[in-house]
């Protein structure tokens, strides 16, 4: 089995890469699992695409590996696009996922339901042995809720509604990866691995 390197610490991530990634005979590992520190990668890309590159290069400089780096945020119609790239960093350095729902839900207060339009986007690079790079990307449409629902997912999950009236918290992880935007990112990178790995 491959090994690729995930240039991410975080763990849910980890695991919906995993969870696409095995069934082509790759395994996923951090750097940490590989007995390497990554450090902290700082992130100076304006676009979704040009931050997995950065992690995804880093990555594979260190390591020595191929290497896999996503990321990815959520994009509000009624705040111009916002939180975008900075989604993790939303609410400050350090805030939980509970600080980041409630300044969003706090700057979206007197927008109407049908205003409340939003996608989930995700972009992710992946570096071969070779050095050769494949970038795809992948997008959900949904709507901001009022207020949170469910108690799975994580980030913005519980207040991000999809079809169906049900939020990203309360879909199971099989349903979460058949509509969300990692799912799609990373159906479209499969497609591409099984052209490159053949």
């Not at 590996?65 to 945020?73: H, L, R, Y």
């Not at 350090?94 to 207060?109: F, P, T, Y």
């Not at 949170?148 to 309360?170: H, M, N, R, T």
């Amino acid at each position: 089995m491959k090994s690729f390197i995930i240039a991410s610490n975080n763990a849910h991530k980890v695991s919906e890469l995993e969870r696409i990634l095995n069934p082509l005979g790759i395994k996923a590992l951090t750097a940490k699992q590989a007995g390497i520190d990554l450090g902290d990668v700082e992130e100076t890309g304006t676009t979704f695409a040009e931050n997995a590159r950065l992690k995804a290069k880093a990555a594979f400089e260190r390591c020595n590996m191929p290497s896999i780096a996503d990321d990815s945020g959520l994009t509000v119609d009624a705040l111009n696009g916002a939180p975008g790239v900075y989604s993790a960093r939303y609410a400050g350095q350090g805030a939980s996922d509970s600080d980041k729902i409630n300044k969003l839900l706090s700057e979206l207060q007197g927008v109407s339901e049908k205003d409340r339009t939003a996608a989930f986007v995700c972009s992710i690079c992946c570096i071969l042995e070779d050095g050769s790079m494949i970038e795809v990307s992948g997008k959900c449409q949904g709507t901001i809720a009022f207020e949170p629902k469910g108690e799975g997912g994580f980030g913005y999950d519980p207040v991000f509604i999809v079809d169906g009236g049900v939020s990203f918290a309360q879909l199971s992880d099989s349903d979460k990866d058949k509509i969300s935007h990692r799912g799609n990112a990373l159906r479209a990178l499969k497609e591409e691995l099984l052209k490159r790995l053949k």
